[in-house]
Protein backbone atom coordinates (compact mmCIF):
# COMPACT_ATOMS: atom_id res chain seq x y z
CA UNK A 1 0.00 0.00 0.00
CA UNK A 2 1.33 3.28 -0.88
CA UNK A 3 1.86 5.88 1.99
CA UNK A 4 2.10 9.06 0.43
CA UNK A 5 0.05 11.73 -0.09
CA UNK A 6 -1.15 13.67 -3.05
CA UNK A 7 -2.84 16.90 -3.49
CA UNK A 8 -4.25 17.68 -7.52
CA UNK A 9 -5.07 21.75 -8.09
CA UNK A 10 -6.00 23.52 -11.20
CA UNK A 11 -4.32 27.22 -11.27
CA UNK A 12 -3.07 28.07 -7.82
CA UNK A 13 -6.57 28.85 -6.50
CA UNK A 14 -8.84 26.00 -6.95
CA UNK A 15 -7.90 22.48 -4.94
CA UNK A 16 -9.32 19.14 -6.26
CA UNK A 17 -8.12 17.45 -3.22
CA UNK A 18 -5.72 17.73 -0.48
CA UNK A 19 -3.16 15.33 1.11
CA UNK A 20 -4.93 11.93 0.23
CA UNK A 21 -3.74 8.84 -0.63
CA UNK A 22 -3.28 7.35 -4.35
CA UNK A 23 -6.93 5.42 -4.80
CA UNK A 24 -9.20 8.45 -3.09
CA UNK A 25 -7.11 11.04 -5.55
CA UNK A 26 -8.04 8.65 -8.30
CA UNK A 27 -11.61 8.93 -6.87
CA UNK A 28 -11.41 12.93 -6.62
CA UNK A 29 -10.31 13.42 -10.43
CA UNK A 30 -12.82 11.15 -11.12
CA UNK A 31 -15.92 12.99 -9.49
CA UNK A 32 -14.28 16.20 -10.39
CA UNK A 33 -14.41 15.53 -14.03
CA UNK A 34 -17.95 13.64 -13.63
CA UNK A 35 -19.29 17.49 -12.08
CA UNK A 36 -17.65 19.28 -14.61
CA UNK A 37 -19.48 17.15 -17.36
CA UNK A 38 -22.90 17.79 -16.00
CA UNK A 39 -22.16 21.49 -15.26
CA UNK A 40 -21.07 21.64 -18.77
CA UNK A 41 -24.66 20.11 -20.24
CA UNK A 42 -26.10 22.49 -18.24
CA UNK A 43 -24.36 25.29 -19.10
CA UNK A 44 -22.57 26.24 -16.03
CA UNK A 45 -19.49 25.06 -16.29
CA UNK A 46 -16.36 27.07 -14.71
CA UNK A 47 -13.29 28.14 -16.14
CA UNK A 48 -11.52 24.74 -13.89
CA UNK A 49 -14.09 22.45 -15.82
CA UNK A 50 -12.99 23.97 -19.11
CA UNK A 51 -9.28 23.51 -18.38
CA UNK A 52 -9.80 20.01 -17.52
CA UNK A 53 -11.32 19.65 -20.86
CA UNK A 54 -8.94 21.33 -23.06
CA UNK A 55 -5.98 20.44 -20.93
CA UNK A 56 -6.62 16.95 -19.64
CA UNK A 57 -4.59 15.80 -16.97
CA UNK A 58 -2.15 18.66 -18.14
CA UNK A 59 -4.10 20.69 -16.51
CA UNK A 60 -3.36 18.99 -12.97
CA UNK A 61 -0.83 20.55 -10.70
CA UNK A 62 -0.30 17.39 -8.77
CA UNK A 63 2.05 17.50 -5.08
CA UNK A 64 2.93 13.99 -3.51
CA UNK A 65 4.47 14.51 0.06
CA UNK A 66 4.21 18.32 -0.90
CA UNK A 67 6.53 18.10 -3.67
CA UNK A 68 5.15 19.82 -7.07
CA UNK A 69 5.73 16.27 -9.39
CA UNK A 70 6.76 17.41 -12.91
CA UNK A 71 6.48 15.62 -16.14
CA UNK A 72 8.62 17.34 -18.01
CA UNK A 73 12.35 16.17 -18.14
CA UNK A 74 13.88 19.22 -20.03
CA UNK A 75 11.87 21.90 -18.55
CA UNK A 76 12.57 20.57 -14.77
CA UNK A 77 16.28 20.32 -15.66
CA UNK A 78 16.46 23.58 -16.84
CA UNK A 79 14.82 24.81 -14.03
CA UNK A 80 16.89 22.71 -11.35
CA UNK A 81 19.97 23.97 -13.38
CA UNK A 82 19.32 27.39 -12.93
CA UNK A 83 18.31 26.71 -9.19
CA UNK A 84 21.74 25.91 -8.46
CA UNK A 85 23.54 28.28 -10.28
CA UNK A 86 21.63 30.99 -7.72
CA UNK A 87 22.60 28.05 -5.09
CA UNK A 88 18.99 28.21 -4.03
CA UNK A 89 17.85 24.68 -2.52
CA UNK A 90 14.07 25.49 -2.28
CA UNK A 91 14.02 23.91 -6.10
CA UNK A 92 14.70 20.63 -5.16
CA UNK A 93 13.40 20.98 -1.41
CA UNK A 94 9.84 21.05 -3.25
CA UNK A 95 10.12 19.54 -6.91
CA UNK A 96 10.24 16.48 -7.95
CA UNK A 97 10.81 14.74 -11.83
CA UNK A 98 8.14 12.04 -12.14
CA UNK A 99 6.99 11.87 -16.01
CA UNK A 100 5.68 8.22 -14.78
CA UNK A 101 3.24 9.26 -12.11
CA UNK A 102 1.10 10.71 -14.83
CA UNK A 103 1.14 7.84 -17.06
CA UNK A 104 -0.03 5.43 -14.14
CA UNK A 105 -2.94 8.58 -13.20
CA UNK A 106 -4.03 7.96 -17.17
CA UNK A 107 -3.90 4.18 -16.89
CA UNK A 108 -5.39 4.10 -14.05
CA UNK A 109 -8.70 6.36 -14.53
CA UNK A 110 -8.94 5.05 -18.50
CA UNK A 111 -9.25 1.71 -16.61
CA UNK A 112 -11.93 2.95 -13.95
CA UNK A 113 -13.74 5.17 -17.29
CA UNK A 114 -13.79 1.77 -18.85
CA UNK A 115 -15.28 -0.43 -15.74
CA UNK A 116 -18.01 2.22 -15.43
CA UNK A 117 -19.01 1.89 -19.41
CA UNK A 118 -16.95 4.94 -20.98
CA UNK A 119 -14.01 3.94 -23.29
CA UNK A 120 -11.97 6.80 -23.46
CA UNK A 121 -8.64 7.25 -24.96
CA UNK A 122 -5.30 8.79 -23.03
CA UNK A 123 -6.34 11.66 -20.88
CA UNK A 124 -2.99 13.32 -20.83
CA UNK A 125 -3.37 16.17 -23.26
CA UNK A 126 -7.78 16.52 -23.34
CA UNK A 127 -10.63 14.94 -21.91
CA UNK A 128 -13.09 16.23 -24.87
CA UNK A 129 -14.13 12.69 -26.10
CA UNK A 130 -14.99 11.59 -22.11
CA UNK A 131 -16.68 15.09 -21.84
CA UNK A 132 -19.01 14.28 -24.55
CA UNK A 133 -19.67 11.07 -23.84
CA UNK A 134 -20.42 12.31 -20.32
CA UNK A 135 -23.18 15.29 -21.31
CA UNK A 136 -24.80 12.74 -23.88
CA UNK A 137 -25.73 10.06 -20.88
CA UNK A 138 -26.59 13.25 -18.28
CA UNK A 139 -28.47 14.97 -20.95
CA UNK A 140 -30.22 11.46 -21.27
CA UNK A 141 -31.27 10.24 -18.09
CA UNK A 142 -32.31 14.49 -17.09
CA UNK A 143 -34.67 13.47 -20.31
CA UNK A 144 -35.64 10.24 -18.97
CA UNK A 145 -36.06 11.58 -15.57
CA UNK A 146 -38.09 14.45 -17.24
CA UNK A 147 -40.63 11.83 -18.38
CA UNK A 148 -41.31 9.83 -15.72
CA UNK A 149 -41.83 12.85 -13.50
CA UNK A 150 -44.52 14.00 -16.16
CA UNK A 151 -45.93 10.10 -16.61
CA UNK A 152 -46.09 10.39 -12.27
CA UNK A 153 -47.73 13.02 -12.36
CA UNK A 154 -50.43 12.73 -14.89
CA UNK A 155 -51.49 9.79 -13.18
CA UNK A 156 -52.77 11.91 -10.32
Given at each position: M??????????????????????????????????AAIARSIDESEWEHEEL?????????????GKAIWIDGELYARELAEAKRERDPRFEQSNELDPVLFERLDCDLRERWRRAGYDVPCLMHDMKKLFTELERDASDRAAGAREDLLAELLKV
Open positions: ESALYSARIGDSYSIGERMQYEALLRRIMEFTIRRHKGLGALAILRG
